[in-house]
């Protein structure tokens, strides 16, 4: 059995080629994006996050107060990640608005995911979002996510990297629409599995994750 001593604060793992669920939410859960232009702006942000610090966005979905990220690293940089796209969009934001102080609601959380494990599962949770929140009724419908994109409806989103996503899918686009839409009136209980607050896959996954961790804390 694994035991870990939970903190304050929650773990950060730095490590290169780490699959992260990444949530941000608005202070007070305010609207974090306006208008059509607020949207735009953030995934510019990511494309420029990407060119900086080298890294793969392999879904995402914006919501009006918050959003989910499925990020993989290749270098041990995630915080620098999202320093850079929260405090760009923050800065961003304010300054349109003629406000100050913080956008989002305390620290990102970031969720170390087992790929071979849950990849298919947590995309299809990202992909629904909107789904529970009772914004639309298909997926499909909703513009501000990868959705369409996996499912071969829009082929020119320039934000994910699908060539990444390949490797780790193994569904055609009508497959993965069946998969998706057959969960659009279920409750969705892939976190329940999450151990330590932090981490998300099978127990040799996190073994391995923690003596990454411990590693990283010594160092």
Request: hydrophobic fraction near 30%; proline fraction near 2%.
């Amino acid at each position: 059995m694994l035991y870990l001593c939970i903190m304050a604060r929650p773990y950060r793992l730095q490590s290169e080629d780490c699959f992260c669920h990444i949530t941000s939410r608005g202070n007070d859960r305010k609207k974090v994006f306006l208008n059509d232009t607020d949207f735009e702006k953030f995934l510019e942000y990511i494309l420029t996050a990407k060119g900086k610090y080298d890294f793969y966005l392999l879904a995402y979905v914006l919501m009006s107060n918050h959003y989910h990220l499925l990020i993989k690293t290749t270098k041990p940089n995630l915080s620098k990640i999202m320093h850079y796209i929260n405090g760009s969009y923050t800065t961003y934001f304010n300054v349109k608005r003629g406000r100050t102080g913080h956008l989002f609601q305390g620290r990102y959380k970031s969720l170390v995911i087992d790929a071979d494990s849950y990849f298919q599962e947590l995309t299809r949770y990202i992909h629904l979002n909107p789904i529970r929140a009772k914004m639309v009724e298909n997926p499909g419908d909703y513009k501000w996510s990868s959705y369409n994109a996996y499912i071969g409806r829009k082929r020119k989103d320039t934000y994910i990297d699908k060539q990444e996503i390949h490797k780790y899918l193994n569904m055609t686009g009508g497959s993965y629409k069946l998969f998706v839409d057959g969960m659009s009136g279920e409750e969705d209980n892939i976190f329940k599995d999450v151990y330590g607050g932090f981490l998300l896959g099978r127990v040799g996954f996190i073994k391995e994750k923690l003596k990454e961790l411990k590693t990283q804390v010594e160092s």
